[in-house]
């Protein structure tokens, strides 16, 4: 089983700065994966960003990358030279490599972009 | 555009009463996953169907059930339908063996009245 914590409701940041989304989760697997997806109003979940377990090296994809701390079980997100386009809640998940038993989800971060 | 269309994008039903979900999924995606978000809250897995048969469940009761059809489209099927089963139902496509790449609808919102 495995269990994801989004500590952060809601982060508010002005436009063109860079935000820091926070993400501890929990999995007795040595095989999985880490995602970040977003979700805007129109409710389609986008994956943002992902990273495989067994790979050190920190995924980046443009203004996203993430900070993966495997011992601390740690997958924050960061953002930077936010726009506008950027608000939308943001989703943490984790799912087991070998495994049919789908991602399992935190409960959100909702980020505010602030022109 | 993620390829994968979800109807309807919303309904209403009455406590008691079944209801169907669709999706469509990308022509090639032989594994789809249907998962239920409650307001404020993340998905959470129900389901995922693999080659027309179910490989994979998270903690939802028998009366909800799933088909999955060889021109890659779906259901989810909901009996007896509780106040609490009003959410956003997502379904999410990938390819075989892949489900870590899964490309997901926009849901269907489902209001049990």
């Known amino acids: 089983a495995q269990t994801v914590t989004q500590s952060q409701p809601e982060m508010s940041v002005q436009e063109a700065e860079t935000v820091t989304l926070s993400c501890t989760y929990d999995?007795?697997?040595?095989?999985?994966?880490l995602f970040w997806y977003k979700q805007p109003p129109s409710r389609q979940m986008i994956l943002v960003i992902r990273q495989e377990a067994y790979k050190q090296q920190n995924a980046t994809e443009n203004r996203f990358s993430v900070n993966f701390q495997k011992a601390a079980k740690s997958f924050s997100l960061k953002i930077s030279d936010s726009q506008l386009g950027d608000a939308a809640m943001y989703f943490c998940a984790c799912h087991s490599g070998g495994g049919a038993d789908g991602l399992t989800f935190g409960k959100g971060t909702h980020l505010i972009i602030q022109p | 555009e993620t390829g994968v269309t979800q109807s309807p994008t919303h309904l209403i039903k009455t406590r008691g009463q079944q209801v169907t979900l669709r999706c469509s999924s990308q022509?090639?995606?032989?594994?789809v996953s249907w998962y239920q978000q409650a307001l404020g809250q993340g998905p959470q897995f129900i389901f995922q169907y693999y080659r027309e048969e179910e490989n994979g469940r998270g903690n939802f009761p028998p009366r909800f059930s799933g088909l999955q059809f060889p021109n890659y489209s779906s259901e989810l099927n909901v009996n007896a339908l509780e106040l609490d089963d009003s959410a956003l139902y997502l379904c999410a496509s990938s390819l075989e063996g892949r489900d870590t790449e899964a490309f997901f609808g926009q849901g269907t919102r489902l209001t049990v009245v």
């Open positions: 999995t007795s697997e040595s095989d999985y994966y």
């Open positions: 022509s090639g995606h032989n594994t």
